[in-house]
Structures are given as structure tokens and as C-alpha cells.
């Protein structure tokens, strides 16, 4: 069966301590591997998508990178501003999104 | 320009009662794709149109769940005889191509609905 799944469920970090974010799958066939960011009572926003192993693709003090089994979400030097949660979604034969982690990261 | 809208923002009904809600994607964007998320938890896939092919139905749950497009715009989402556990926030997102592309997914503000 298909499954994705997200660690740590939440994440505390200070203002500039750098951390990564996991997403991990097991799919049939990955067509795509999803990464979004929401806001309390906000609709995600998409961040990236990875399509095949050795990927890498950054934003800001974001960068994800993508291997036969996961991703990870890198967060460089965080600040309060970057708190949401981060989703992982995973395309095979549909897509499938993980639970997300919270992030909150202080002053 | 506007991006996706969602309404009504907040339903509330009572159990077994069929409610609808609308999507309205970026204009242009030929795909749409309907998400619930129940408080807690993260995103379920409900159901995905792209253009003229037949919508990608497999993850609605039960057959009291439906969704429409007309061409390349608006979209409904009916749920019929409602159940509490359908309580939730339904999202909605648009792409200008299909997943299979390196397209953005632009989301909506949900509908949150709640069942008594």
C-alpha cells in the first residue's frame, strides 16, 4: 500500500538554527513528490515539486532534495516567519499527503 | 489577478442534509483538484479534472460524494445525506497543466463545513 510519511511530527527551533524536515514514501511508480506550506486557516502554498532521485531544488532558506525512499525539506537559518506546517504529497496513481510537520521557530 | 475562490467560506447543516460547494480556479488553468482536511490532519485527495479527460475520481469516499466541472471553469462538490464525520475543511486547487507537469498548485481558502 502506498504511504507517506512525515518527521517530525512538530519541530521547535530557534531564530538561525538551521534543521531538515523528512518526507518518506513508499509508492509504486513515483510520477512527482510534492512539498507545501500552510498557514493556520490558510489553503497550502505550493513550495516545489521533485520528480526524480538526485533533485534538488531551493527557494529562499529552502531547499529539498529527493532520493529513492524520501525527501527532505532543508531549512537554512529559520526564521519566525517560516512557522507553518509543511506537507509532503507523493503522486503515483494518485496523491497521496502526508500529516505534516509544525514548525515554529522563535526569536 | 484573482486567484482561486472558494464558497461558501463556512457551511454548517445538519446530518443528512445534501450540501454544495464551488471552486472557481484561475482562469486558464485546465486542471482542478477537490482535498478534504479534517482538524489535525493532513490532506486526502478527492477527486481531479484535466481538460476534456475523464476526471480522476478515486479518492472519494463513498457515492455520496460527487463533483462536476463545466469545461475548463467552475466546479461543485456535492456531498448528499451528510454524516458528522464529513465535517471538515474541503480545499480546492487549480494548475495550468496537469500534476505530471512541473506546474504550480494554487490553493483556495477552503470551506469549512460542519455537520451537527
Known amino acids: 500500500e502506498d504511504q507517506v510519511t512525515q518527521s517530525p511530527e512538530a519541530l521547535r527551533l530557534q531564530e538561525g538554527e538551521s534543521s531538515s524536515l523528512n518526507c518518506s514514501y513508499t509508492v509504486s511508480g513515483l510520477r512527482g513528490l510534492f512539498w507545501y506550506r500552510q498557514d493556520p486557516g490558510k489553503g497550502p502554498e505550493f513550495l516545489f515539486t521533485?520528480?526524480?532521485a538526485g533533485e534538488e531544488k531551493e527557494k529562499e532558506r529552502l531547499k529539498a532534495t529527493l532520493t529513492k525512499k524520501e525527501s527532505f525539506l532543508h531549512i537554512t537559518a529559520p526564521k519566525p516567519e517560516d512557522s507553518a506546517t509543511y506537507l509532503c504529497a507523493v503522486y503515483s496513481d494518485k496523491l497521496i499527503f502526508g500529516t505534516g510537520t509544525r514548525l515554529q521557530v522563535f526569536p | 489577478g484573482a486567484g482561486v475562490s472558494q464558497s461558501p467560506s463556512n457551511k454548517v447543516t445538519e446530518k443528512g442534509k445534501d450540501v454544495e460547494l464551488r471552486c472557481d480556479p484561475i482562469s486558464g488553468h485546465t486542471a482542478l483538484y477537490w482535498y478534504r482536511q479534517r482538524l489535525g490532519q493532513g490532506l486526502e485527495f478527492l477527486i481531479y479534472?484535466?481538460?476534456?479527460?475523464?476526471?480522476?475520481k478515486s479518492g472519494l469516499p463513498s457515492d455520496r460524494f460527487s463533483a462536476e466541472r463545466t469545461g475548463e471553469s467552475v466546479s461543485t462538490l456535492t456531498i448528499q445525506r451528510t454524516q458528522q464525520e464529513d465535517s471538515a475543511v474541503y480545499l480546492c486547487?487549480?494548475?495550468?497543466?496537469?500534476?505530471?507537469?512541473?506546474?504550480?498548485?494554487?490553493f483556495g481558502p477552503g470551506t469549512r463545513l460542519t455537520v451537527l
Open positions: 479534472f484535466q481538460g476534456n479527460s475523464a476526471p480522476d
Open positions: 486547487a487549480s494548475t495550468l497543466g496537469g500534476l505530471a507537469r512541473s506546474d504550480t498548485q494554487y
Open positions: 521533485l520528480y526524480s
